[in-house]
C-alpha cells in the first residue's frame, strides 16, 4: 500500500495487533514489489495485507511469492490489485468493504434527508435571497409522507441504506437490482421495481451498483427525463453510472437536483457546468472512510488475519465470480 495510506491506517494499535498476530520483516510496507528488497520479501511471505496504493499482483509477483496464501485487503474493491492469476493460484483474498459501506450508507442517509427538503439548495438560495423568505417554495415541495426513495443496487452500502431508511419509516423504499432475489429486497422491508417502472415514482434516486460495462451511463438523458420534477438524484457509487453531459443538461434547466460525492471524470473539470449550478451538490468523494476511519477497515483485515491464523473461515471472502458484480 501507498506510505501515506499504512501511516493512516495502520496506529500504534492496530501495529500492536499486527505484531501479535504474524511474523513481521523489513521492509514492513512497501507501494511496488519490483524492487530487490521487495523482492525478497515476497520470497517469504504468506499473507499480503493490501490497502490503496498496492500495485497488481500480476504473474511476475505471484512468480516472486512461492509461500502466498492469503491477500487480506484493508479497503474495498480488489479489482484493481486481484487479478484471476491469484485465484488460479487458489489463495485466498478477502475484503474490508463491509467496514467501509458503513459511513458511505450514513452520508446517503444524510444526503436524502437532505433532499426531502432540498436544504443544500435551499443554502444556496439564501445568499441570494437573504431575508425574503418566499425562495422556500421554488424547488418543489418540502414536506409530505408519501416520499419514494429509488434505490437502484441492493448491494453492502444499498442495503445498509434500505435499513435506515424502512427502520425509521422515512420513506417508501424501491430497490431495483436485476441479481437480488425480490424475496430479499421484500423481507428489507422495499419493494422491487424495475428502473423503468421506479423513475417517475422517485422523490429521491439513490445509486448503489457497481462500475461494470453494462452499468456505464445507466442513467442517462432518457433515465433523467423519467424523473419527477424536483427529484433529486444522489450519486455515492460510482461516476461512471451517470453520464455527465446528460445531467448538466437536466440542471441546468432546474428540473432535477443532485448530490454528487463521485463523478466521471473525477475530479470534473475546472470548467464543468455542474459547479456552478445552484441545484447542484458536488463534495470531493468523502462518504467511504477517510483519515481515522479507515483503521475500522484495517481492523476489519487484522480480524480476517486472526481467523486466518487460527484456521478459522474467513468472513468476507471474494471470489472471483465475485468480481463480476462488484464495485
Not at 37 to 62: K, Y
Not at 69 to 78: D, E, N, T, W, Y
Not at 95 to 106: D, L, R
Request: charge should be negative; include cysteine.
Amino acid at each position: 500500500m501507498a506510505p501515506d495510506v499504512f501511516a493512516t491506517q495502520f496506529g500504534p494499535a492496530e501495529l500492536a495487533r499486527l505484531r501479535q498476530l504474524a511474523t513481521l520483516g523489513e521492509p514492513l510496507v512497501t507501494h511496488e514489489l519490483t524492487s530487490p528488497a521487495a523482492l525478497a520479501r515476497l520470497a517469504e511471505t504468506e499473507v499480503l495485507l493490501t490497502s490503496w496504493g498496492c500495485p497488481r499482483l500480476d504473474e511476475n509477483v505471484l512468480a516472486a511469492a512461492p509461500r502466498l496464501r492469503a491477500v487480506l485487503h484493508a479497503a474495498g474493491s480488489v479489482r484493481p490489485h486481484v487479478p484471476p492469476a491469484v485465484f488460479d493460484r487458489s489463495v485466498l483474498v478477502t475484503t474490508a468493504a463491509e467496514a467501509n459501506a458503513e459511513p458511505v450508507a450514513h452520508y446517503t442517509l444524510a444526503a436524502v434527508l437532505w433532499a426531502f427538503k432540498k436544504v443544500p439548495f435551499l443554502a444556496h438560495d439564501a445568499r441570494t435571497h437573504r431575508a425574503d423568505w418566499s425562495y422556500r417554495q421554488r424547488r418543489g415541495e418540502l414536506s409530505g409522507v408519501d416520499r419514494t426513495v429509488v434505490l437502484v443496487g441492493h448491494s453492502r452500502v444499498g442495503a445498509r441504506v434500505c435499513a435506515l431508511l424502512t427502520g425509521l419509516g422515512l420513506a417508501r423504499v424501491l430497490v431495483v437490482d436485476p441479481v437480488v432475489d425480490p424475496a430479499t429486497i421484500r423481507a428489507a422491508g422495499a419493494q422491487p421495481a424495475t428502473l423503468a417502472e421506479a423513475l417517475p415514482q422517485a422523490d429521491v434516486l439513490s445509486l448503489h451498483a457497481p462500475a461494470l460495462p453494462s452499468t456505464r451511463h445507466l442513467i442517462g438523458a432518457a433515465e433523467l427525463a423519467a424523473l419527477p420534477r424536483h427529484a433529486t438524484l444522489v450519486n455515492t457509487a460510482r461516476g461512471s453510472l451517470v453520464d455527465t453531459t446528460a445531467l448538466a443538461a437536466a440542471c441546468a434547466d432546474g428540473r432535477l437536483h443532485a448530490i454528487l460525492d463521485v463523478t466521471e471524470p473525477e475530479p470534473l473539470p475546472a470548467d464543468s457546468p455542474l459547479y456552478e449550478l445552484p441545484n447542484v451538490l458536488i463534495t470531493p468523494h468523502i462518504a467511504g472512510s477517510l483519515d481515522s476511519e479507515t483503521r475500522r477497515m484495517a481492523g476489519a483485515a487484522l480480524d480476517e488475519l486472526e481467523r486466518y491464523a487460527a484456521g478459522r473461515p474467513p468472513l468476507d471472502p471474494v471470489s472471483r465470480d465475485d468480481l463480476a458484480v462488484s464495485a
